[in-house]
């Protein structure tokens, strides 16, 4: 069962963004207490699987999860192969992916090489559309994968 593997929240810019024992997503607005909650509708929390970072390791690439500036590690979930406008419900939340994550600046501190292997593979950006408390361990639930979706409707 696909489940929150950790939770990350930083407030400080390039500080990393620390484990924490449980976050509130709030609605139309991101993480609470994570500097990037409130600035973007559209990329309100980020996702990146567990087992991608693992992965990293295995090939022999220290990458503390707390690097990688995500917010959300997920486990047992195909989260890049997930399409946009997929809603999800994480503990008492619910989000949907909006954009898929690119590598980022942050990820090159960790070593020059990582962004080209993490192309197709960096997870996923979401919105809040219902707000709640997320802990490690939740279950992951996909509830709809439907067409229709805010990026839709923004499109026309």
Do not use: W
Not at 6 to 28: M, N
Not at 49 to 73: H, K
Not at 115 to 135: D, K, T, Y
Request: overall charge negative.
């Amino acid at each position: 069962m696909p489940t929150v593997y950790s939770i990350h929240t930083g407030d400080r810019k390039g500080g990393g963004k620390p484990s924490v024992l449980f976050g509130e997503l709030v609605a139309d607005f991101g993480l609470r207490g994570d500097r990037h909650a409130g600035r973007d509708p559209l990329r309100q929390v980020s996702l990146f699987a567990e087992e991608v970072r693992r992965n990293l390791e295995e090939q022999g690439y220290r990458v503390p999860a707390d690097s990688l500036s995500a917010n959300i590690l997920t486990l047992d979930l195909q989260l890049d192969d997930l399409p946009l406008g997929t809603v999800l419900r994480l503990g008492e939340a619910e989000i949907e992916l909006t954009e898929k994550r690119n590598p980022c600046r942050s990820i090159t501190r960790i070593d020059y090489h990582l962004p080209r292997l993490l192309v197709g593979c960096c997870g996923q950006m979401a919105r809040v559309i219902r707000g709640g408390l997320i802990r490690p361990g939740d279950p992951i639930e996909i509830l709809t994968t439907a067409n229709q979706s805010i990026l839709d409707l923004a499109i026309g």
